[in-house]
Every structure is written in C-alpha cells, then in structure tokens.
C-alpha cells in the first residue's frame, strides 16, 4: 500500500489526452511539499517528467504538464503519442515518514 | 555530461550483506546542490526509496529499511555506496543510483539516473 495512491492504469486514443492522478494526505502532498512525476518506458529506468509540480526540464515536450490542488495531484498528457506508453510515477517528501514517498505506479496503454 | 552507473554483485545469498557502488562520471559528486540516492523497484512494482548522502556524509533512510542500510560517500573516487544486510528473497530487485536535486522546488527529485542493476538474492 503506497503512501501516494495512483490508478493501476490508465488508456487513450492517440491524440487524445488523459490524466493521471496523485492522492495523498496532510502529511505529504497536502502539507505543502511539492509534487515531482517520472516516466518510465519498458526495461529502461525511470526519467524525470515533471518537478516542483508543473516544472518541465529540458527536453520534455509541453504535450505533458502538472497541477497540484490541496491533498492531490495530477499529471495531464496531451495529443496522446505510441511512444508514451509507459508507467509513470509520482513522488513526494511524508512528513510522518520523515522521507522522499512515491506512488505505486500507472500503467499508462495507447490503444 | 553526468552520468552515474551501478555496479557490484548480481547475486546475494540470504542473510548476507547486498553491496553496490555508484560511479559518478561527468561532475563532481562534492558539488554542494545535490545530495545522492539510491532507489530500487522489485520486480513487476513500483519504486522504492532507500535513501540519500550528501558529499560531506550526512545521511538520511527509509525508516522501514534503516536498521539494514548504510549509505556511505567516497569523494577521492567520486562514488557513493549502497550495503544492505540481512538480505532476504524480498530485497530481489533492481537497484538504481540517482542525483537529487532542489532547483525550484521545496524536495528533492531524481534529475539523473544510472540504468540500474539487477540484484537476486537466492542460495
């Protein structure tokens, strides 16, 4: 059971966008602590996608973007593409745990 | 540009002690903006963070693993190491070194990864 609870999967049509949600609790993302998401492509290791929230590092595509709202958050992929099927990851600081938390996973599948 | 790469046995025997060092290459791991972490990901789920060192040797873990793990920093070689002891078929994974930065942000995130190594632990 992950401090950051994440659906098991998710699916799009190519072009279309979906988002992926992050819920936690007043000891992580609701007590302040930023929200940072990682895509991780089959057998390969995970990659940064979003930090502090909605910030992309260079070279994401603006196709992906992050939002954060009281005790959750949420990572939005648009214009839906084959190459960005992968599992994605949120990650947080639990204040309660006294370290870095992420979330069980998304399986993220373009039919 | 940085590059970090895992290495050290790719099987254990229970009970014993898993070791692993991460080479830094590209940058200099006594850099005062990053700390160091290792992160491993069982396999078919998701992450799990061990813990992180800052250049100087401060350490921080996770509190479910903290009474096994032991991060320790070598500047003159520019790694950082991993042991984990009294390993059991539950610490089977793949174990990946990373670079935590805070740049605009309030926590720590994984800005660089080595690919990962694959450890077993089985008699």
């Known amino acids: 059971q992950s401090v950051l609870t994440q659906p098991p999967s998710v699916s799009g049509a190519p072009g279309q966008r979906v988002t992926i949600s992050c819920t936690g609790s007043?000891?992580?993302?609701?007590?302040?602590?930023?929200v940072h998401w990682y895509q991780q492509l089959p057998g390969t290791a995970p990659k940064l996608l979003i930090y502090?929230?909605?910030n992309r590092p260079s070279g994401v595509p603006d196709r992906f973007s992050g939002s954060k709202s009281g005790t959750s958050a949420s990572l939005a992929i648009s214009g839906l593409q084959a190459e960005d099927e992968a599992d994605y990851y949120c990650?947080?600081?639990?204040?309660?745990?006294?370290?870095?938390?992420f979330g069980g996973g998304t399986k993220l599948t373009v039919l | 540009q940085l590059q970090l790469q895992e290495s050290g046995p790719g099987l254990v025997k229970p009970s014993e002690t898993l070791s692993l060092t991460c080479t830094v290459s590209?940058?200099?791991?006594?850099?005062?903006?990053?700390?160091w972490g290792w992160i491993r990901q069982p396999p078919g789920k998701g992450l799990e963070w061990i813990g992180k060192?800052?250049?100087?040797?401060?350490?921080y873990y996770n509190p479910s693993l903290k009474s096994r793990v032991t991060i320790s920093v070598d500047t003159s070689k520019n790694q950082f190491s991993l042991k984990l002891s009294s390993v059991t078929a539950a610490d089977t994974a793949v174990y990946y070194c990373?670079?935590?930065?805070?740049?605009?942000?309030?926590?720590?995130?994984?800005?660089?990864w080595g690919k990962g190594t694959t450890v077993t632990v089985s008699s």
């Open positions: 990373a670079r935590l930065s805070t740049g605009a942000s309030n926590y720590y995130y994984m800005d660089v």
């Open positions: 590209g940058g200099s791991i006594s850099s005062t903006a990053y700390y």
């Open positions: 060192i800052y250049y100087v040797g401060s350490t």
């Open positions: 007043n000891s992580n993302i609701g007590a302040g602590y930023d």
């Open positions: 502090g929230n909605t």
């Open positions: 990650q947080s600081y639990d204040s309660s745990l006294s370290g870095s938390v």
